[in-house]
């Protein structure tokens, strides 16, 4: 029964710690035909899916991962408000699912206890029996399910197995009310607002003791290990480092010969295009606006693959655990959360995800000074600005003679996201969001090897979204921004100059109608007109006014950066001249007058302007959700774009004064 | 013969038990739901690069926490 | 006025209205009200 007295679907809720293989036993029980929304008045997660049981359909709802239910953090308090029914969209559920990691019995076990006293029937899903019996250890799950007093069931959270066996048992319980299998002892010694804890700990105890063989406490061994070499006190930063660095050159050089088959594949499409279509508006449209637009971006897909590839790899693995244990001490000195670090680390894919992830960070203070510095995580969208500038002005040049420019560069700009991030939490910490030092206790979770199809499954959603987005939004942005520097067409110069139409030779590209070429066409657009409104203000960057365009385009997102030079230099191409790479386009770009447009000091410019900017329009939307205020968001706005037009000022003016002009 | 100290002071791969755990407040309660109740066995296993934070093992798994939290937990070994 | 010229407009004109919906759904973005949810990400 839902709150409106109406009888609905069986609602099934999955609950149990993080790291115990709950995401993994839901999608493999709902077949990945899950819905993702939010639940009403928070912005945290509500992930529900069918899952059939005997020929019912449930709804099974995935709780967020937690360690309790006397809730401290939001999610927490999500969670438990959703089990006790009350949760506003949600019925209560009417079995909960527990699932229980074997290799961490105890601490798992300890939620599952809670779960008792709020009268829902349990179902103990039992995962990671395989990885315990690797260790040596037994479990003797009639005998825990007996002193539980609640079914128990081995299931393979990966393959699914034992799940039939778990809708069984989910089947029986419906409509039960659970027994809570231990008492609280009133008159024990420490008794008192803990005493709840203490006796669900020994109960459990008791319960381990009776049903698991051979508990050893050399359960880690591997995993300690390894950890003793990458947590090591002094390598273990440098070793994070490395692998940063080999993350960054692997992304650059297996990307690069997919790119380049990519753009010469758009190049040829375009040419194609312009030679078979007829002469004319429509033509030059879908040459040099749409073609030009959504493959300048569609050419770094293999690149955002691979940097999805490694993090996923990263993620699974359990190393980012390690690596925020390793920067704890220098995230905690600028007041940060230890709990920061994973919405951080999304941040690298894209600040959204991570910005919503604050949402376990207990302390408003805290939870808000990671979401202002969330978007100096330099996201995925900055990647094709990054390696087109890198690729044109920085290819082929090593450092020590192994380690390219490219992948120095790229670590470089995301050091300096992150230097800076550190920079501004600090101040806020200081100043507007003081707070008591945050609080630092993090499960290690054993290293794993990643689940590879897991993995795939990821990267395939990502470039699935990366092309929609390029199919959509930057189509558009494309389509309006070609517009814009087509328009107006001048013709009022060809009597005044006296320049002869060309006539159309057959075989040759024929000529448009228009007077001017179309170099000067584009100075004349709105588009060229607007450029050179702003000239004045980007030009003690390095910037000239074409530049310009693109840099006002790219705050409606940042990949449109590379759309709109790639436009830009299409456009602006006269008759007769192929189609280029980018990167040369980029590198013959010339000023109005006649300069090279690029060097490499204004790539690197443009860069530190990316790393710094606030130029996403949805993370200013879900700034604005999550800390319920315009004056966070606007301020975020205010401040990044002062940053980054002084870092970008910085950078130029001080490569000059040092002679790289 | 029982020596009593500080987690914080627990030599490496000793391993103890934990005799209280000071302190009111949420860290400390969910010190507690951690399964860091008196009773129970603890190993310190590593410190962080600057000593800060501190891996320690106990019922099977792999706790971080900061020098803070530990100077509150007494143990016995 | 040739149809290319036709299909160009209105291709332009198809352009900014999609923009201008994008715009109004992103204000709403994450919004508790119904409708709005996860999927609301720009940036994936």
């Not at chain 1, 040099?288 to 993090?311: K, M």
């Not at chain 2, 410190?47 to 971080?64: H, Q």
Request: proline fraction near 5%; charge should be positive.
């Amino acid at each position: 029964m839902d709150t409106n007295g109406h009888n609905s679907q069986i609602t099934i809720a999955l609950a149990g710690n993080p790291n115990a293989g709950k995401t993994t036993l839901f999608n493999s029980l709902t077949g990945l035909k899950q819905k993702v929304a939010n639940y009403p008045g928070v912005t945290v997660e509500r992930k529900e899916g069918p899952w059939t049981l005997n020929g019912k359909t449930a709804n099974l709802i995935d709780l967020p991962g937690l360690y309790s239910l006397d809730a401290t953090s939001l999610d927490e308090h999500i969670a438990s408000d959703i089990i006790r029914g009350e949760q506003a969209g949600v019925q209560k559920p009417d079995a909960i699912v527990a699932v229980v990691d074997a290799t961490n019995l105890e601490r798992n076990l300890y939620l599952v206890m809670q779960m008792f006293e709020f009268g829902v029937p349990v179902v103990i899903a039992l995962t990671m029996i395989d990885v315990f019996e690797k260790q040596k250890h037994e479990i003797d799950i009639e005998m825990l399910s007996a002193r539980l007093k609640t079914p128990v069931v081995a299931v393979n959270a990966k393959s699914g197995r034992g799940r039939n066996q778990l809708a069984a048992k989910v089947q029986e319980v419906l409509h039960t009310t659970p027994v809570v299998p231990y008492e609280f002892n009133e008159n024990a010694e420490n008794a008192g607002p803990n005493g709840k804890i203490f006796s669900r700990y020994n109960f459990i105890s008791e319960v381990v003791q009776d049903s698991v063989w051979h508990s050893d406490q050399k359960s880690h061994r591997l995993s300690d290990k390894i950890d003793r070499v990458l947590t090591h006190k002094f390598f273990g930063l440098v070793i994070l480092v490395a692998i940063l660095l080999v993350v960054f050159q692997t992304i650059f050089s297996w990307a690069s010969l997919p790119m380049d088959l990519l753009e010469k594949g758009f190049g040829a499409i375009s040419d194609f295009v312009r030679a078979e279509m007829p002469p004319g508006i429509l033509t030059d449209l879908l040459a040099d606006g749409i073609i030009a637009g959504v493959g300048g971006v569609v050419v770094f897909l293999p690149q955002i693959l691979l940097l999805f590839l490694f993090i996923s790899l990263l993620e699974d693995s359990g190393y980012m655990a390690r690596a925020a244990f390793l920067l704890d001490k220098l995230m905690s000195r600028v007041g940060l959360h230890g709990k920061a670090f994973l919405p951080l680390i999304s941040s690298f894919a894209c600040a959204i995800p991570g910005i919503m992830a604050t949402r376990t960070i207990e302390s408003r203070r805290d939870r808000f000074a990671t979401i202002m510095i969330a978007p100096f995580m330099s996201c995925s969208a900055r990647l094709p600005v990054y390696t087109l500038m890198i690729g044109a002005f920085f290819g082929g040049q090593y450092v020590f003679g192994f380690i390219s420019m490219g992948a120095v560069l790229m670590l470089a700009m995301y050091a300096l996201g992150i230097i800076v991030a550190i920079v501004v939490a600090g101040i806020l910490k200081r100043t507007v969001l003081k707070a008591p030092p945050p609080p630092f206790l993090m499960e290690l979770p054993p290293y794993r090897l990643p689940n590879l199809r897991t993995v795939f499954q990821n990267m395939f959603t990502r470039a699935l979204l990366f092309l929609k987005r390029a199919g959509t939004v930057i189509l558009a942005i494309s389509i309006i921004l070609w517009a814009l520097m087509y328009f107006p067409r001048s013709s009022q110069q060809s009597a005044v100059s006296g320049q002869q139409p060309e006539v159309s030779v057959a075989g040759n590209i024929p000529s448009e109608s228009t007077p001017l070429p179309e170099s000067e066409q584009l100075k004349h657009s709105f588009a060229g007109k607007l450029g050179h409104v702003i000239e004045p203000v980007i030009q003690p960057l390095g910037f000239d006014w074409k530049i310009g365009v693109a840099l006002i385009a790219s705050f409606a997102a940042r990949e449109v950066l590379v759309s709109t030079l790639s436009i830009i230099y299409n456009v602006g191409k006269d008759e007769g001249a192929e189609s280029q790479t980018l990167i040369a386009a980029v590198r013959d770009a010339k000023t109005d007058d006649g300069k090279p447009a690029w060097t490499p000091l204004t790539a690197l410019t443009l860069m530190v302007f990316f790393v710094l900017a606030m130029q996403c329009m949805s993370t200013v939307a879900i700034v604005r959700r999550e800390t319920n205020s315009w004056s966070w968001p606007l301020f975020m706005i205010g401040y990044m774009t002062a940053l980054a037009y002084l870092g970008a000022f910085l950078t130029y003016q001080g490569g000059k004064l040092l002679g790289f002009g | 013969m029982a020596e009593n100290t500080i987690l914080t002071n627990l030599p490496i791969g000793r391993e103890a038990r934990v005799t209280a755990v000071k302190g009111e407040g949420r860290v400390t309660r969910r010190l507690m739901e951690m399964g860091v109740i008196p009773g129970v066995a603890v190993q310190v296993v590593k410190m962080a690069p600057f000593g800060d934070p501190i891996e320690v093992r106990l019922r099977g798994y792999s706790l971080a926490m900061r020098r803070t939290e530990a100077d509150a937990i007494e143990v016995s070994f | 006025m040739n149809i290319q010229y036709i299909i160009v407009i209105a291709i332009i004109l198809g352009a900014f209205a999609y923009a201008g919906l994008q715009l109004r759904k992103r204000s709403r973005a994450f919004s508790p009200k119904a409708g709005c949810g996860k999927e609301d990400c720009g940036c994936k």
